[in-house]
């Protein structure tokens, strides 16, 4: 049995924030829920995955009909497979 995916919970770059240990801890709100403004780019303002979803009006990069862009491996660099990832993501998609 496939387990469910909750797409309300997928962040624009297709992680979830549910069970973070940041967000657990309180020193993270989640991408969706601070609007892309969190700690790991604090120094560079808004994430620049999470502003380009929005831009696009879709809940996640696999979604975007510019999917795959150019700068999508660039961006996303802490998972290599972030294209597989993503599509695999937008397959499920209910939506």
Same mark, same amino acid.
């Given at each position: ?10 962040? %624009? ?6 069970? #973070?240990?940041?967000?657990? +801890?309180?020193? &993270? /709100? ?22 380009? %979803? ?6 996640? #990069?696999?979604?975007?009909? +510019?999917?795959? &862009? /150019? ?25």
């Amino acid at each position: 049995m496939e387990q469910r995916i909750d797409f309300t919970k997928i962040t %624009a770059c297709g992680e979830c924030c549910e069970g #973070c240990i940041k967000r657990l +801890e309180g020193s &993270c /709100k989640g991408c969706i829920e601070a609007d892309g403004y969190v700690p790991e780019w604090a120094g560079s303002g808004r994430c620049k995955v999470h502003a380009c %979803a929005r831009e696009h009006d879709v809940q996640f #990069c696999g979604l975007c009909p +510019e999917f795959p &862009c /150019k700068d999508l491996t660039s961006v996303i660099h802490w998972n290599p497979h972030i294209t597989e990832h993503l599509a695999g993501l937008a397959e499920k998609y209910p939506g």
